[in-house]
């Protein structure tokens, strides 16, 4: 009898627990919009017709999201070292710009990723600071060839979101190029 007792409990708490979750995903889940890459929409077929299969990526598709993943990240972990060790006040705001705008692609590139069922490269240390001449230096020469990248597969991908994504991104990329180009002018 108290064996029934305790288990009868536990199942009481169990399925507490499993509707506290359910209520907390359902919230969350309207508390985010939809992304303009459509990686939260609803992906269930329509009752009178079936969705249509995406896709596979073509490998230089893939190869650009590796590669633009690997550059994103490195962006947001030098931005940060930018941040915290720059002397100069222009290269902290460049740093700053550069934690907030890459991060926010690095989330919409994951949310891609996701829908396309790539697995991107987790985010690697971006080394010892060195100077605040060297940092921009590096980010100069980084966003040129960052820059040819993203227009590279905004003219010849092979994925619309993908295409999209560079296009997008080569826009932000030739901001931060200006910018940086800029900055390290003010450097000396």
């Not at 940060?80 to 060790?85: L, V």
Request: with cysteine; net charge positive; glycine share 6%.
């Amino acid at each position: 009898m108290k064996k029934n007792l305790i288990m009868l409990r536990i199942a009481i708490v169990a399925l507490a627990v499993g509707a506290l979750c359910l209520g907390t995903t359902s919230s969350a889940l309207n508390a985010y919009p939809p992304l303009k890459t459509g990686a939260n929409r609803d992906v269930s077929p329509a009752p009178s017709k079936a969705a249509p299969a995406k896709a596979k990526l073509s490998s230089a598709d893939k190869t650009f999201m590796m590669n633009a993943a690997k550059g994103g990240m490195m962006e947001v972990e030098m931005g940060k070292q930018a941040a915290q060790n720059a002397q100069n006040a222009d290269v902290k705001k460049f740093g700053n710009r550069m934690v907030t705008d890459h991060s926010k692609a690095n989330n919409e590139l994951m949310a891609l990723a996701k829908q396309d069922g790539v697995s991107l490269p987790a985010g690697k240390s971006a080394g010892k600071w060195k100077s605040d001449k060297a940092y921009m230096d590096d980010m100069v020469k980084d966003h040129q060839a960052d820059l040819a990248e993203f227009q590279k597969e905004a003219q010849s991908g092979t994925d619309p979101d993908v295409k999209a994504f560079a296009a997008k991104g080569a826009k932000m990329v030739s901001m931060h190029l200006k910018l940086a180009q800029e900055t390290q002018g003010k450097i000396k």
